[in-house]
């Protein structure tokens, strides 16, 4: 069966099914949307992905009978950010700090390195932004935004403080007869991949016993998992493959794809050792 062009993980009927049920739902909330392969436009300044609504349809275990209630559901959570109020403005202060958390996305979009290059540059080939968690989104605070709340640098603190506090809704230890073993975190939060940013304390929770003194090998294949592996030595060369193979498959396949790739953590830093089509030390 030919796959879409866009999204390799849907066929080509799947996808022009999902982009119908895009181009509709918009349309009976009274937007006329422009749909192409990869997002929807509109007059209005309207511009909507649909990377992240293709793998939750794809993913989902009811199947393609299922789609239109999730295109309904995404859809109307977009037109009511549309509508609602500004968080900035609508909400006290301390409840802002309360809310506020780093987060990853991908860079490499000049216009959005434009609005969100404010971070430091900790992982390559993601831009680190500050975000709100409201009730029904997660709002990327924009440079402009950020300095209307206070600067950078202490709402980075901020944000870092209330990530310990994220949720990981579970702890997995993926082993092989290779002798590879990665420790995998996953959760409902939109921060997960978040937690890459205090690894060191990551790692002391979650595999107390391991020293970091030769680093760590981490991946960030989607907004809802972390998957790390405290080098050891031999067994380093087996992990590093599986966690290669691991990234690429989370981030093809899953809603907020971050990195197909696998870094070594040192001391804080990031450095890239994989890239998605060659699993392998740079």
Not at 232 to 245: E, I, K, V
Not at 256 to 281: C, K, N, Y
Request: aromatic residues 8%.
């Amino acid at each position: 069966m030919p796959r879409d062009g866009e999204f390799a993980f849907l066929s080509e009927a799947e996808a022009a099914r999902l982009r119908t049920y895009v181009r509709e739902a918009f349309a009976e909330r009274g937007i006329e949307v422009t749909v192409e392969p990869g997002r929807v436009t509109a007059d209005s300044g309207l511009r909507f992905g649909l990377t992240n609504l293709a793998a939750v349809c794809h993913n989902d275990s009811r199947g393609p009978r299922r789609w239109r209630t999730l295109v309904d559901q995404h859809v109307d959570r977009v037109v009511r950010s549309l509508d609602g109020p500004q968080a900035l403005r609508a909400l006290p202060r301390e409840r802002l700090l309360a809310q506020l958390f780093p987060r990853f996305i991908p860079g490499g979009d000049p216009a959005r390195l434009k609005a969100f290059g404010y971070g430091p540059r900790s992982v390559p080939g993601l831009l680190e932004v500050l975000a709100l968690d409201l009730p029904e989104t997660v709002d990327m605070l924009t440079a402009d935004s950020v300095a209307e709340l206070g600067g950078p640098t202490a709402l980075r603190d901020r944000a870092l403080q209330n990530l310990r506090a994220v949720r990981v809704d579970r702890h997995k230890v993926v082993r092989d007869k290779d002798g590879s073993h990665v420790d995998v975190l996953t959760g409902g939060s939109y921060f997960i991949a978040s937690l890459a940013l205090i690894l060191d304390e990551v790692v002391h929770r979650y595999a107390k016993d391991a020293s970091a003194r030769d680093g760590v090998l981490v991946a960030l294949p989607h907004r809802h998992q972390l998957a790390f592996h405290v080098v050891r030595g031999g067994d380093a060369g087996p992990s590093l493959h599986a966690m290669a193979r691991f990234a690429t498959v989370g981030f093809e396949q899953s809603p907020g794809a971050l990195s197909p790739s696998v870094f070594w953590w040192r001391e804080g830093a990031f450095t890239q050792v994989t890239t998605q089509d060659r699993a392998g030390l740079s």
